[in-house]
Each structure stands twice: as C-alpha cells, then as structure tokens.
C-alpha cells in the first residue's frame, strides 16, 4: 500500500516562489474645476464649502481628503486639487 503511494505524496526539494505584490500608484496631482451657478453664493474656509442657494444651505467638510479648495474667477468657478490621492480618493473628486 505505502509504497507505492510514498513518491506521489512527497515534496519537492524546490522552494516555493512567490510573486511580488504589486501595490496601487498613487496619482501626483490630480485638478477639477466647477462652474458656479448664478445665483448661489459658495463660501470655502479649512476645507469646509458652505453653498447657499434659492432651497437651501448645504455644508460639507473635505478634512479627511489631501485635498485644496479655492474660489476662481471672482467667486465663479471652484477648484479642487488633490496630491498623492488613491484612486478612491479621486473618485471624490
């Protein structure tokens, strides 16, 4: 019985090889730009954007994101740059 059964079952004197985990790159610089409705005033103070408009107020906090807010064209256009983001980071872009 054993004997037969005894080459089949024994190891390989190679060692076992690996392959190497690839990680996920991280994007350098990522930039959006949003066009402001007129008629909605948005406010951006330490990554916190406040947007008022006709139905309401919406406040919305980005500190958990390595992410820079700011107004352009005189309180037109919203920029929003991010650095060094995984891509599900980006995805909030």
Known sequence: FGSSLAPALSRSSTPEVRSPRIAAMKTLAQEESIK?????????????????????????????????????????????????AKSKQLSML
């Open 36 to 84: 402001v409705p007129k008629g909605i005033k948005i406010s951006i103070k330490s990554k916190i954007v406040e947007v008022e408009g006709k139905h309401g107020k919406l406040k919305r906090d980005f500190k958990h994101l390595p992410i820079e807010l700011y107004l352009a064209n005189s309180g037109h256009e919203v920029r929003a740059k991010m650095y060094f």
